[in-house]
């Protein structure tokens, strides 16, 4: 069955440091979505990403992130400075249409921490 | 907020029957109901959805209430690697963002 890889699967970075997180969708999906998740919390959306843009965020994904697929192949989101609170799964999904009638398939996670 | 209500907990036998409930009563027409469940810190893995019709696939069904306000996820024969946290989600129309509850923390006994 096809997968989402995500890699590395976990990272320690430094605070104030730059991280990318790495991620390889399904080959035939289009869409590609972001999702994060604090020890013992929920689930949180970050940012959806159609035709090489983004196409929807939430309040977290603030001026620090970015998102970008780079080569047709991986989406990769970059934290620019990171900071204590930025520790936790980052979950890539991705799906093959964006409508309603759809699931999505959601990788293993990387799970960052931030010292 | 997230659109639905579950129960944070259940326990259920082994090879018996699970079914978790759901409460969606703001749940707008042309919503679909998605179900998730999360195995430990591992990614949500998507089980099943819905819009109106009872719907089945190979892990699970999903019930839905004739008036759309609630549904119940079955787990035909749960086994062990079903323990988990299942998530209901209603997708809010117009956005590609599932807003997570807390969900139902399933457990397995054998």
């Known amino acids: 069955e096809p997968e989402v890889t995500q890699t590395p699967s976990h990272q320690v970075t430094q605070m104030g440091q730059e991280v990318i997180l790495r991620c390889v969708p399904i080959?035939?999906?289009?869409?590609f979505y972001w999702y994060r998740q604090i020890l013992g919390q929920k689930v949180e959306f970050l940012v959806s990403?159609?035709?090489?843009?983004?196409?929807?965020k939430s309040e977290i994904f603030d001026d620090q992130f970015s998102v970008e697929r780079p080569d047709g192949s991986n989406f990769t989101l970059k934290i620019r400075s990171t900071k204590l609170e930025d520790s936790a799964m980052y979950f890539c999904?991705?799906?093959?249409?964006?409508?309603?009638?759809?699931?999505?398939?959601f990788g293993s996670g990387t799970r960052l921490t931030v010292v | 907020d997230a659109k639905t209500t579950q129960p944070p907990s259940m326990d259920c036998a082994e090879g018996r029957a699970a079914n978790l409930p759901c409460n969606h009563s703001?749940?707008?027409?042309?919503?679909?109901v998605y179900w998730y469940r999360q195995i430990h810190s591992q990614g949500p893995q998507y089980i099943i959805h819905?819009?109106?019709n009872n719907e089945t696939n190979e892990m699970a069904s999903l019930i839905i209430t004739e008036d759309r306000k609630s549904s119940t996820l079955i787990l035909p024969h749960a086994t062990l690697r079903d323990t988990a946290v299942y998530y209901c989600?209603?997708?809010?129309?117009?956005?590609?963002?599932?807003?997570f509850g807390t969900g139902t923390r399933l457990k397995v006994l054998a």
């Open positions: 819905g819009l109106k």
């Open positions: 990403f159609y035709n090489n843009e983004i196409s929807e």
């Open positions: 703001t749940i707008s027409g042309n919503e679909y």
């Open positions: 999904a991705s799906s093959e249409y964006g409508g309603s009638n759809y699931g999505y398939t």
């Open positions: 989600i209603v997708r809010v129309t117009g956005t590609y963002k599932y807003i």
């Open positions: 080959s035939n999906h289009l869409y």
